[in-house]
T-cell receptor, first 111, second 109 residues
Framework: DADVTQTPRNRITKTGKRIMLECSQT?????MYWYRQDPGLGLRLIYY???????NKGEISDGYSVSRQAQAKFSLSLESAIPNQTALYFC??????????FGQGTRLTVV | DAKTTQPPSMDCAEGRAANLPCNHS???????VYWYRQIHSQGPQYIIH???NNETNEMASLIITEDRKSSTLILPHATLRDTAVYYC??????????FGKGTRLHILP
């Protein structure tokens, strides 16, 4: 069983639609992160959280929002999706003294 | 936050040591250096991390220069399964993890 699970794995949505990407973890880690990956640009941090209801902006938070209502779950929302948000999205979780564990990614296409 | 800088791609012959460099010239004294790798489009996997001293584990070795402005990940005996994108990352005291653009490593048979 994966430590960090992302759903859905693939999603195609239309411009202007609201979409939520879910992330859950089974290790009880307090720190969770959302990254976006585009070809040639590496991993860019969108939001991160250190505890329930703690939210911090990353490098590219515009157009995104997140929610951390439980320690195990960290969801990413696109309020009104646009085509340049087409990307591979990764969630990660880590404890204070551990490395980050990544999910398998969600491939989002906005048409 | 300044990112890390890595060459976009490298080749290494199978069985030889792969040495992947990373520049982090603006790193501060309490920031860790992390290395991850990503095979195809799977989630990145942790390899190794360090602060000041050189580190070694079953996967790799990490050499950090004395001034901490750069580091090198060493895969001692590269195999075809080591073909991946390798990311050097910084973890500053605010606990973000900041990745660079990565190096695509090709292992040549």
């Amino acid at each position: 069983d994966a430590d960090v699970t992302q759903t859905p794995r693939n999603r195609i949505t239309k411009t202007g639609k609201r979409i939520m990407l879910e992330c859950s973890q089974t290790k009880g880690h307090d720190r969770m992160y959302w990254y976006r990956q585009d070809p040639g640009l590496g991993l860019r941090l969108i939001y991160y959280s250190f505890d329930v209801k703690d939210i911090n902006k990353g490098e590219i938070s515009d157009g995104y929002s997140v929610s951390r209502q439980a320690q195990a779950k960290f969801s990413l929302s696109l309020e009104s999706a646009i085509p340049n948000q087409t990307a591979l999205y990764f969630c990660a979780a880590r404890g204070e003294y551990t490395e980050a564990f990544f999910g398998q990614g969600t491939r989002l296409t906005v048409v | 936050d300044a990112k890390t800088t890595q060459p976009p791609s490298m080749d290494c012959a199978e069985g030889r040591a792969a040495n992947l460099p990373c520049n982090h010239s603006t790193i501060s004294g309490n920031e860790y250096v992390y290395w991850y790798r990503q095979i195809h489009s799977q989630g990145p996997q942790y390899i190794i991390h360090g602060l000041k001293n050189n580190e070694t584990n079953e996967m790799a070795s990490l050499i950090i220069t004395e001034d901490r402005k750069s580091s090198t990940l060493i895969l001692p005996h590269a195999t075809l399964r080591d073909t991946a994108v390798y990311y050097c990352a910084r973890r500053p005291k605010d606990d973000k993890i900041i990745f660079g653009k990565g190096t695509r490593l090709h292992i040549l048979p």
